[in-house]
């Protein structure tokens, strides 16, 4: 799938794997819409960027909508859509002052695997409604973790989160493999985000040598490149691809 000219459509722009997505696409020549909750950060990107920022709420189905309206009278309707929106937290399901409120594990879930799964069927529904090239007329990315796999003491909520976005992404692309539309994920390990550089240096240390091969946490933009790579190989579909330099997360 072509990149050059396409609209694309980015949740979770204004910063992190979000931020380095939206930028790659737009020097890839994508006209990119940022949808994040923090309204000045996804504005001042798209300006950075020449595209088009909206503060978003992505487990809104109305503030969704609205959004895809307005990429769509922009630049036309988004048929790139990475979805990078989520959350962490972490909380034992029993700890020291008793079980983890429901609400808790409803946050997660809601913001994480509803999120996406409200962007995705919308985004879906836009690009099998419009007009595009029958070998492939559009291209969904969503963003899971290696937490899928190995989540952590504590990680009970985002681990289930996580997994939902993995599981979802077959049954998804056998769906809309009708519409021309794939639908790949990604895993990514530990990358070198805004909540990871709140850590002191020791705690980075101590997580960089849990990391194999290369030895160091994620660059945003080695997510970024990844994720051009999965827009534009029409032969992927219904994947799961682990970034993780053979990471395998520990019990705690």
């Known amino acids: 799938m072509q990149i050059d000219g396409t609209s694309a459509l980015v949740t979770g722009g204004a910063s992190g794997l979000g931020a380095a997505t939206a930028r790659m696409l737009a020097e890839a020549g994508a006209k990119v819409t940022i949808l994040d909750i923090n309204e000045g950060g996804a504005i001042d990107l798209a300006k950075e960027i020449g595209g088009h920022g909206l503060a978003v709420d992505v487990t809104s189905s109305e503030l969704v909508r609205a959004a895809f309206n307005v990429a769509c009278n922009a630049y036309g309707v988004p048929r790139i859509v990475v979805s990078c929106a989520g959350i962490g937290g972490a909380s034992r399901i029993v700890g020291r ?8 594990f409803e946050r997660v879930i809601r913001v994480n695997l509803i999120g996406t799964f409200n962007v995705m ?3 879906a529904h836009q690009i099998s409604l419009a ?5 492939c007329r559009g291209a969904i990315v969503n963003t899971a973790s290696v937490a899928a796999f190995e989540g952590q003491i504590g990680q009970a909520a985002y681990a289930a989160s996580k997994g939902g976005i993995v599981s979802m992404a077959l049954p998804a692309a056998r769906e809309f493999a009708r519409f021309a539309i794939r639908v790949n994920t990604i895993a990514p390990g530990v990358f070198d985000t805004s909540l990871l550089q709140e850590l002191g240096d020791d705690a980075r240390d101590a997580l960089e040598r849990t990391i194999m091969h290369p030895s160091r946490l994620g660059d945003p933009a080695e997510f970024a490149h990844t994720v051009k790579y999965v827009v534009e190989n029409d032969y992927l579909n219904g994947e799961v691809i682990r970034l993780d330099a053979a990471t395998r997360l520990a019990p705690k």
């Open 97 to 104: 002052d008793g079980v983890m409120p429901l609400a808790d």
């Open 121 to 123: 069927r919308i985004a």
């Open 131 to 135: 007009d595009g090239p029958r070998g």
